[in-house]
């Protein structure tokens, strides 16, 4: 007999999907394994397991700024000042143009910069332009401001890279934006320089703003370095959104960034400027005390905490690709690159009595307490995508 915590979820439509809510009915599926401890690989939490910890620097600037007794009001709604600046200096030191403080909006995670930026370009017919696989949180806020989603593919065998004809192919004069993840959530991928230049020089083309999900920013441990989407900001307007979340490692802290990187300002009109300060006034920021802690977090970290990141990320990647290639009903597409998660292939034929990727997780769930992500959260209207994320 099916899973009755199962059917209720596949009756749920892609764009009201979210990580969280999967992830907690999996983990309800694990309550008659008392035995076994629970192994939770479906969310990306690095505070989760024993070996990741922030900068002690990180800690010490927010109990400086806490106890200080500073900071305990309400702060601009758009972020401190001294903040902004230091997020914008943070930024600039790898584009060719220097940001200012004000292209800089500070947001309560970057779960909420997504939310405001898809509310300023969200209009009456207006759609916007998602790869698949993706961050479903992107549907899921689209779906609530009555934006149209179409979606793009992205070509494992390519590197998950855009399949920039198929986005040719979507775009017309209602098409506002989009969204593309690097390091990539869920795939683990990496983009190249030339391969953002040209996804650039097409949202040129065709009339349409980037927004450039950075939160894995740095987080890449492969042959390919991270490259800032804000580098081509001068060929297409660019709205970054980043948070302090993965890179140091607090999640919790709900400190993200929504960022115009927009030099020639052909995105920054008057009116749009407005609504977006309009949007922050109703939404409200991070705490006080955390943006406070920003610059001396920033200007103070160490380079020897992100390199024990990276090495830790690229050690523990290797292993799960390894490990993935001696088990025969399981494929890795493209070896991950960066981020925190990579997209794993099932092949159905070599498994018994189970009929898709929701079957194989929530049985992985109750029958082993591991917790995995289905494909179809990241992989929405796609004809049996059979994938799981690690």
Wanted: aromatic share 8%; charged share 20%; with cysteine.
């Amino acid at each position: 007999m099916d899973d009755p915590k199962k059917q209720n979820w596949e009756i749920e439509t892609p764009n009201n999907i979210t990580i969280k809510g999967i992830i907690g009915l999996l983990m309800g599926n694990t309550e008659c394994n008392d035995d076994r401890k629970v192994i939770s690989l479906g969310i990306g939490d690095p505070t989760a397991y024993s070996c990741f910890h922030t900068a002690a620097v990180a800690q010490e600037a927010v109990m400086e700024s806490l106890l200080s007794a500073k900071f305990n009001g309400y702060s601009p709604t758009a972020g401190l000042p001294q903040a902004r600046k230091a997020i914008a200096d943070y930024l600039s030191s790898e584009l060719p143009y220097k940001l200012s403080w004000e292209d800089v909006y500070l947001t309560a995670g970057c779960t909420q910069a997504i939310e405001i930026t898809e509310s300023i370009l969200a209009g009456p017919g207006a759609n916007i332009l998602l790869p698949r696989p993706g961050y479903p949180i992107y549907g899921l806020c689209a779906a609530f401001r009555h934006l149209e989603i179409r979606y793009f593919d992205l070509v494992p065998e390519k590197g998950w890279e855009v399949d920039l004809k198929a986005v040719e192919a979507l775009v017309d004069h209602n098409t506002v934006a989009m969204v593309i993840i690097n390091p990539g959530n869920p795939c683990g991928n990496v983009y190249k320089y030339q391969h953002l230049k040209k996804i650039a020089e097409t949202a040129k083309r065709l009339g349409v703003v980037v927004i450039a999900d950075e939160v894995y920013g740095h987080l890449a441990f492969g042959d390919s370095s991270f490259v800032p989407m804000g580098v081509f900001g001068s060929i297409a307007p660019v709205i970054t959104l980043g948070s302090l979340s993965k890179r140091w490692l607090v999640p919790g802290w709900r400190l993200g960034w929504l960022v115009m990187n927009d030099p020639n300002g052909s995105l920054k009109s008057p009116k749009f400027i407005e609504r977006l300060n309009k949007y922050c006034d109703i939404c409200g920021g991070p705490a006080t005390f955390i943006q406070a802690a920003v610059p001396t977090i920033i200007e103070q970290t160490h380079d020897v905490f992100f390199r024990k990141t990276i090495n830790m990320l690229k050690q523990t990647s290797d292993i799960c690709f390894e490990k993935i290639k001696e088990i025969h009903c399981i494929s890795c597409p493209y070896k991950p690159e960066g981020s925190m998660a990579v997209m794993v292939k099932l092949n159905l034929s070599l498994l018994k009595d189970i009929s898709d990727d929701i079957d194989f997780c929530f049985k992985m769930a109750k029958e082993e307490s591991v917790i995995i992500l289905p494909g179809l959260c990241c992989w929405p209207k796609k004809l049996a995508p059979n994938h799981f994320r690690c």
